[in-house]
């Protein structure tokens, strides 16, 4: 607010007197809406800054933060408008208009339009290529491909789409109500994913299947049985949810699979695996994903059961190493569960990637047990001591498997990880391949794989196999039952007697992985790949011995765990992964944030600053609060109500500054035209003006003739940089207060800067926010005394936005005490940073007067 826009308040003719008991209420009702009005201007910055963490990704969310951060924030805006139109009726109403607008344009991506519906309840794999992939997901889209293109055997089956996800969960609003529940789940810690997982399970295992879908289900194991020509049949049900299985983003075990199911159990199977959609490891790797809730649409493949010979997962190239040039087959007797869970040791083999395809190397581990089918389920039994040492494959038949994913990947064009079956006949079927999730870095070198332990201290472990490469240190934690995952500490190193994939939901949590059982091919070790934390599997005794709480670091490369912190190793380890980067999610409130974060309105003085401009909901919180406080403190003048008018303060300093009383910021009334700095109560106006004159300001630093020539420029060639007043320290500056409020709006010489404090005993709601702009000298100079400023009040735990040489500083949520101490900072920079501009490129002189102050300041607190 220039001085100019003061000026026809500052004398003339006033409106008639009117009633002083209607004046008296007339201002209390402006009080009252001015108070709506800054609470939700509160609100509507502690939004923003909820938005912009969230979009430094350093924590994952979920739409259901999305949509909640932005309606809310819409809503809070709304009220600006509402309560600003009270003030001032019909004045601002074009303000509604630029409000719609901008709401329509930020309503696509935190409101998309509904995934399309429509399609068969049913399909059968051989009918089913990539292009279903949105009706089957794609796991069986893979499959359907690789079938009916490549002719690779698979499992016959049919696949229950998405179209009898989506009636299921329509049906008596099923999805309505989850979608109830997620919004109203505080999702932060591991507990509230472990109530909200628990209570949406058990929602849709409850929850009837539509006629029509039970009906399609039926019907198609039918077909299938009568096919297959086996009137016992049982099948593998198999998750195959929409956005699984992708490229950087797998999924692997996150979702429930039923095997060896018969007809009986065929209806609460499919249940069991469409609430898995919400079991906690599944919740946790979609918020760390940055997945979108409504683009999971539950598809399950059932396909005829393969009671299994030997199993496993065969990795077309090495996930860790780029370079290597072998195919690994990764097996164990009986079904391909006890590779992916991690629940058995595995034989290797090692086949080379040119024709003709050969054995390179196998590595016989000794296998005690494996799973089988029963009459209903699996169980997992003993191994015959004979069988646990012989190789689960023979070398042909490891060939066969490499030269099938190989087949998969060339077909494709990408490495790939692929689950297998030998079935009694020797026939090699393929239950799942998806894109092979590799570290973005390849294992470390030799010289570093294989440190001198001695030189990093004591070696509490070593041995296993480096299935996620990297370095990390904490304190160990260790699991072994559900209840425990409740407690597990952020940065703690994760220690498992297997490594199971329901673990995966700790990983987002955790620094390190180390398991006792478990593979290079297992389900958890692809997501510790995937999250880039280092893992550490099949190392024996880890649980026993290494002591809970106690730090260690975990080089997976070098294949050892090391007593406390080594500074040497974790020098070498990459940044996190920060895996909401790019995401859907993260997408959604990066777009709406271009329509809510960006500041255009800066210049309350220029021409350009009108509602009709505002383009984002920081635009219309800016100049709404602008003309808020332009509001109030024109009543006490335009109606000639001495209780509202503006006072001078009376202060012993040079420049002059006036005072609007809100509310009870005097003590007593003050009808003259006077106020002395000792009939003030505003506790954060008092804040203020003891660090504005607790140091008598020393005057402008010394210019030289390039900083003076700079000003003068800038002073006749901008038009719209005018100087507050033709002599200095004649500028007028004014307060609005109460007892826990203040608005200072101030000039100085070139450059003009607000201040708005509340402070009370109440710390939920205090905030001190700063607005700085403007300068004499040309803009590299105000620029860089504007970081100036930012890098001394970030110094006093203020959070700052910065552009060019505008400068926002925002303070909130802090005690009584600790608010007050921060204005006095406050004050002592208003005043001290004043023409510090001119000076700006001279950086001995400022780093000088920037030690010289943080003295003062010191002393000052």
């Not at 951060?69 to 709304?78: D, E, M, W």
């Not at 809730?293 to 065969?314: I, L, P, Q, R, Y």
């Not at 070790?525 to 026993?544: I, Q, Y």
Request: charged share 25%; with cysteine; hydrophobic share 45%.
């Amino acid at each position: 607010m220039t001085l100019r826009d003061w000026l026809p308040f500052l004398g003339g003719k006033k409106k008639a007197l009117g009633d002083a008991a209607a004046l008296r209420v007339e201002f209390s009702s402006r009080y009252h809406h001015f108070k709506l009005f800054l609470n939700a201007n509160n609100s509507v910055h502690e939004l923003m800054t909820d938005i912009e963490e969230g979009l430094r990704g350093t924590r994952p969310f979920g739409m259901h933060f999305v949509r909640a951060v932005c309606t809310r924030l819409s809503t809070a805006v709304f009220q600006l408008v509402k309560h600003l139109d009270a003030l001032a009726p019909g004045k601002y109403a074009e303000l509604y208009a630029r409000f719609d607008e901008i709401q329509k344009q930020i309503n696509p991506s935190v409101f998309p339009d509904k995934a399309r519906t429509g399609g068969p309840l049913i399909l059968r794999l051989r009918e089913v290529g990539r292009e279903h992939v949105d009706l089957v997901g794609p796991k069986m889209a893979h499959l359907g491909e690789i079938k009916n293109r490549l002719g690779v055997t698979i499992p016959r089956g049919f696949v229950i789409t998405a179209e009898a996800y989506r009636r299921f969960m329509a049906e008596n609003d099923l999805q309505v109500e989850i979608d109830r529940r997620i919004q109203a789940a505080e999702v932060v810690a591991t507990e509230d994913i472990f109530n909200l997982s628990s209570s949406v399970q058990q929602l849709i295992v409850a929850a009837p299947l539509p006629a029509e879908v039970e009906e399609a289900i039926l019907t198609a194991f039918d077909i299938l049985r009568d096919s297959e020509q086996i009137p016992d049949l049982h099948v593998a049900m198999r998750s195959s949810a929409l956005a699984e299985d992708l490229v950087d983003a797998s999924f692997a075990g996150q979702y429930r699979s039923k095997l060896n199911v018969s007809e009986e159990e065929l209806i609460s199977a499919y249940k069991l695996i469409v609430a898995s959609k919400y079991s906690l490891q599944a919740i946790a790797y979609r918020l760390q994903r940055g997945i979108r809730e409504e683009d999971v649409a539950m598809c399950v493949g059932c396909m005829s059961m393969v009671d299994a010979v030997a199993g496993g997962v065969t990795y077309s190239r090495n996930p860790l190493n780029a370079h290597d040039e072998a195919v690994q087959v990764h097996a164990a007797w009986g079904l391909p569960k006890a590779v992916v869970d991690g629940s058995t040791e595995v034989d290797i083999y090692l086949v080379s990637r040119a024709a003709p395809h050969r054995l390179m190397r196998r590595e016989i581990a000794e296998k005690h047990t494996r799973y089988a089918c029963l009459h209903e389920g699996t169980c997992r039994m003993e191994v015959t001591t004979l069988d646990a040492s012989r190789p689960c494959l023979t070398d042909e038949e490891a060939v066969e498997v490499a030269r099938v994913a190989l087949a998969i990947e060339e077909f494709y064009g990408l490495p790939q990880d692929v689950e297998w079956a030998l079935a009694p006949d020797g026939t090699v079927e393929i239950l799942q391949c998806r894109p092979l999730t590799t570290s973005e870095e390849d294992a470390l070198g030799a010289e570093e794989v294989v440190p001198e332990d001695a030189r990093f201290g004591t070696v509490l472990l070593k041995g296993g196999v480096e299935a996620s490469p990297g370095v990390a240190a904490g304190p160990v934690y260790v699991v072994r039952k559900d209840a425990d995952v409740l407690a597990f500490p952020r940065g703690a190193v994760l220690v498992v007697a297997h490594a199971l994939p329901r673990w995966a939901a700790l990983l987002t949590r955790a620094a390190a992985l180390v398991a006792e059982q478990g593979s290079l091919a297992g389900h958890l070790a692809t997501v510790a790949r995937e999250f880039g934390k280092p893992a550490l599997v099949g190392l024996k005794d880890a649980a026993s011995a290494l002591e809970p709480g106690r730090m260690v670091t975990v080089d997976a490369g070098g294949h050892t765990v090391f007593d406390g912190r080594v500074e040497e190793l974790l020098a070498r380890a990459r940044a996190p992964k920060n895996l909401m980067l790019g995401s859907p999610v993260y997408s959604a409130l990066e777009e709406a944030a271009r329509h809510i974060l960006p500041l255009t309105l800066l210049d309350p003085g220029s021409p350009d600053f009108r509602a009709r401009n505002c383009r984002t909901f920081h635009d219309i919180t800016r100049y709404s609060h602008e003309k808020a406080v332009w509001e109030m403190f024109r009543f006490g003048t335009e109606h000639d109500f001495p209780q509202a008018a503006a006072k001078q303060l009376v202060c012993g300093v040079r420049k002059q500054f006036w005072v609007v009383n809100l509310d009870d910021g005097f003590a007593g009334e003050v009808l003259e035209p006077f106020v002395r700095v000792d009939q003030i109560t505003s506790i954060p106006m008092l804040e203020l003006w003891k660090g504005m004159n607790a140091v008598p300001w020393e005057g402008p630093p010394p210019v030289h003739a390039r900083g003076f020539l700079s000003v003068m420029f800038e002073a006749t060639a901008n038009p719209e940089l005018e100087p507050a007043t033709q002599a200095e320290f004649a500028a007028k500056n004014y307060f609005m207060i109460s007892k826990h409020y203040v608005s200072l709006q101030s000039r100085f010489g070139f450059h003009f800067c607000t201040v708005e404090a509340l402070v009370s005993e109440r710390a939920s709601e205090n905030y001190i926010a700063f607005q700085f702009k403007g300068g004499a000298a040309n803009m590299e100079r105000r620029v860089l005394r504007a970081k100036f400023v930012a890098d001394m009040l970030a110094e006093f735990d203020f959070g700052i936005r910065l552009r060019e040489d505008s400068l926002t500083a925002r303070l909130e949520d802090r005690e009584q005490t600790f608010m007050e101490q921060r204005l006095r900072v406050l004050g002592y920079l208003v005043i001290h940073t004043r023409q510090l501009d001119m000076a700006m490129t001279d950086a001995a002189a400022i780093a000088e007067r920037r030690e010289r102050m943080l003295k003062d300041i010191r002393e000052l607190l």
